[in-house]
Nanobody
Framework: QVQLVESGGGLVQAGGSLRLSCAAS????????MGWFRQAPGKEREFVSA????????NYADSTKGRFTISRDNAKNTVYLQMNSLKPEDTAVYYC?????????????????WGQGTQVTVSS
């Protein structure tokens, strides 16, 4: 069982930055691929970024590529999402998720554990 707790959301002006953190419980964090997803009001949950269990491989949604950076610290059981050049369309609840496999996936259904989410609001 893995419990995930996100933090770092908030209100920021367009062009600003935020760093989200996701702290995981358990001793096997380094075996899980991790992902970030987001959900805006009235929209489906969408993929943002993912990182392999080792941290060697990452991928991003086209809408976030070049602006967001995912990373992880397996010694601290934490995954991060650095978000730069934020836009109003980035406004959403951001969720981190853990997959019981070392390889990334962009599909929410492939993830087994989810955090409660953290709100990110970007004002224009």
């Amino acid at each position: 069982q893995v419990q995930l707790v996100e933090s770092g959301g908030g209100l920021v002006q367009a062009g600003g930055s935020l760093r989200l953190s996701c702290a995981a419980s358990g001793r096997t964090f380094s075996r899980y691929a991790m992902g970030w997803f987001r959900q805006a009001p009235g929209k489906e949950r969408e993929f943002v970024s993912a990182i392999s269990a080792s941290g060697s491989n990452t991928n991003y949604a086209d809408s976030t590529k070049g602006r967001f950076t995912i990373s992880r610290d397996n010694a601290k059981n934490t995954v991060y999402l650095q978000m730069n050049s934020l836009k109003p369309e980035d406004t959403a609840v951001y969720y981190c998720a853990a997959r019981s496999a070392p390889y990334r996936s962009i599909r929410p259904l492939d993830y087994d554990y989810w955090g409660q989410g953290t709100q990110v609001t970007v004002s224009s």
